[in-house]
């Protein structure tokens, strides 16, 4: 079966680089959510879409911004990068308005140097 | 959302069943009980949740107390590749309007030989 694809899967970044994450969800799968887990952390929610527009905030840094395209896929973009933004990046997507179950994907490490 | 207190840690031998608990004795209820794992720097997995009723499925069960104040997920012949943290997540259901699913500390199930 087919699962959420996340792109790149490892990447590295100077300090004060921007970086863009890739989150391919699965197929008919209209909301996608963004977690971010720093080293020995759990999982902490970014931000959400629903059918291509924002449905919920969390902890997202105003250097981070994100969207949702017409065929579903998200990106989440960062800037002005900091150490502290090494982590692994999660998405994860589920049936909107009919799914109660989160389908995450194997995540994208980032390491800034 | 309602908070939960779970272990930090449990052991468990291969074979043998894994009963996991989950204290939410503010759960509201609208509140759904939700049980995920992280396998070492996977991306989380849903396992199984429920409102009131018990709930079986191909994974684990989820028994539920009358009261709804607390719930155990069990693993019923546990094995190796269920070493993993699992989290217990009380929050209203997804479809409701709300779509964060917040994860808190959860418990370090080890499976030993």
């Known amino acids: 079966a087919a699962g959420v694809i996340q792109s790149p899967r490892h990447l590295i970044k100077e300090k004060r680089e921007t970086a863009t994450l890739k989150c391919y969800p699965i197929?008919?799968?209209?909301?996608v959510y963004w977690y971010q887990q720093g080293p020995g952390q759990d999982p902490q929610f970014l931000i959400s879409?629903?059918?291509?527009?924002?449905?919920d905030k969390g902890s997202i840094p105003d250097r981070f911004s994100a969207q949702q395209f017409s065929d579903y896929h998200s990106e989440l973009n960062m800037s002005s990068l900091e150490l502290g933004d090494s982590a692994l990046y999660f998405c994860a997507s589920r049936i909107g308005q009919v799914s109660e179950k989160l389908f995450f994907g194997s995540g994208t490490q980032l390491s800034v140097l | 959302d309602a908070k939960t207190t779970q272990p930090t840690s449990m052991d468990c031998a291969e074979g043998r069943a894994a009963n996991l608990p989950c204290n939410h004795s503010t759960i509201s209820g609208n509140e759904y009980v939700y049980w995920y794992r992280q396998i070492h720097s996977q991306g989380p997995q849903y396992i199984i949740h429920?409102?009131?009723n018990n709930e079986t499925n191909e994974m684990a069960s989820l028994i539920i107390t009358e009261d709804r104040k607390s719930s155990t997920l069990i693993l019923p012949h546990a094995t190796l590749r269920d070493t993993a943290v699992y989290y217990c997540i009380v929050r209203v259901g997804l479809n409701s309007g709300y779509s964060t699913l917040t994860f808190g500390k959860g418990t370090m199930l080890l499976v030993s030989p």
């Open positions: 429920g409102l009131k």
């Open positions: 879409f629903y059918e291509k527009m924002q449905s």
């Open positions: 197929p008919r799968h209209d909301t």
